[in-house]
């Protein structure tokens, strides 16, 4: 089986690669003949900017070739689960396309969402692994069901430029959406960060618990007022619920990230991985203002999917 990176569990020694992604945003071309006559193909099932972009940028600097599909506009509709009389609306199977796939591609990268109906297949991530068991190339993960590593890697990047000290707390706190979205973003926030032994305290409403396996490490707060006195880092983000999968329970503008939420923290930087509904999520003064890193976050996904791909070419 090729070497992945589909989650943290795909990363031996995190400390090296921190360590190699500073290096490439030092000198983003040091590598540039590493992936010469080579072909990364990226396929997403859902819309992108920063991802395709920021992956584009990175196999660029390292000279590989690119295949970009949109697969819900320009491919055929795939049919995913095994076994069934194919008489419907899929054209193909996911295993035939992915098996043609590894064919014309020396790396894949795939974003595939939570269908946020069945927690259980959505946690299985039914097609990340269709593609590692069947693409026979190495894969990189552009977001799944459960896990956005690229996103988190960036995250870790920007936290480790900013930080005053070494060991800065670290708050992740739900806020209201008007769509149920994916806990992949907090999930593979919380384990990054938490892996690289900050204070990490999460806080949401009742019944927005995350998947246990991704509370290692991580304090979970209820008074999100609590939570954010005396943070150096506030991440906001939405996630549907865990525990009543998929359901949106609480519209609650009071979990809104404020300008006076921040007054709390130790002036601490604002993070989101954008895209971001403002003033819904967090309010525009905060996004705005001097302490915010969300375009530092966006850049930073260069250089994580540079250091991800140099690993895989290293395999
Ligand atoms: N943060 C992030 O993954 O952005 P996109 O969904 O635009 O790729």
Not at 159 to 187: C, D, F, G, M, Y
Request: proline share 5%; glycine share 6%.
């Amino acid at each position: 089986m090729p070497t992945n990176f589909c989650s943290l569990a795909d990363v031996p020694n995190l400390a090296d690669w921190v360590q190699l992604a500073q290096q490439f945003q030092q000198d983003p071309w040091q590598s540039a003949d590493l992936g010469r006559r080579k072909t990364l193909g990226l396929f997403f099932f859902n819309p992108s900017i920063r991802t395709r972009l920021s992956t584009q940028r990175a196999a660029q600097q390292l000279g590989l070739e690119l295949i970009v599909m949109n697969m819900g506009a320009e491919g055929w509709q795939l049919e995913t689960k095994d076994g069934v009389v194919m008489d419907g609306d899929k054209a193909e199977h996911i295993r035939d396309a992915i098996g043609v796939m590894g064919q014309y591609c020396d790396l894949i990268g795939v974003r595939a969402f939570a269908g946020l109906q069945d927690r259980s297949l959505d946690y299985a991530e039914p097609v990340l692994e269709g593609f590692c068991q069947h693409a026979g190339v190495p894969i990189l993960n552009l977001e799944s069901a459960t896990q956005h590593p690229l996103q988190a890697f960036a995250d870790v990047l920007s936290i480790e430029a900013h930080k005053t000290k070494s060991r800065p707390k670290i708050v992740l706190t739900w806020a209201p959406h008007v769509k149920p979205l994916p806990q992949a973003v907090a999930n593979s926030f919380l384990q990054w960060t938490a892996a690289m032994n900050y204070e990490v305290v999460v806080t949401h409403p009742q019944g927005y618990d995350l998947a246990p396996e991704m509370m290692q490490g991580v304090r979970y707060e209820a008074d999100k007022h609590a939570a954010l006195e005396g943070a150096d880092f506030v991440y906001a983000k939405n996630w549907a619920s865990y525990t009543h999968y998929g359901q949106i329970l609480h519209a609650d503008r009071q979990w809104t990230l404020s300008a006076k939420d921040m007054e709390l923290t130790d002036q601490a930087y604002f993070m989101h991985c954008l895209p971001v509904r403002r003033n819904l999520v967090v309010e525009d003064a905060v996004i705005d203002g001097p302490r915010s890193l969300v375009q530092v976050q966006a850049r930073n996904r260069i250089f994580s999917a540079q250091a991800a791909l140099y690993q895989l070419l290293q395999d």
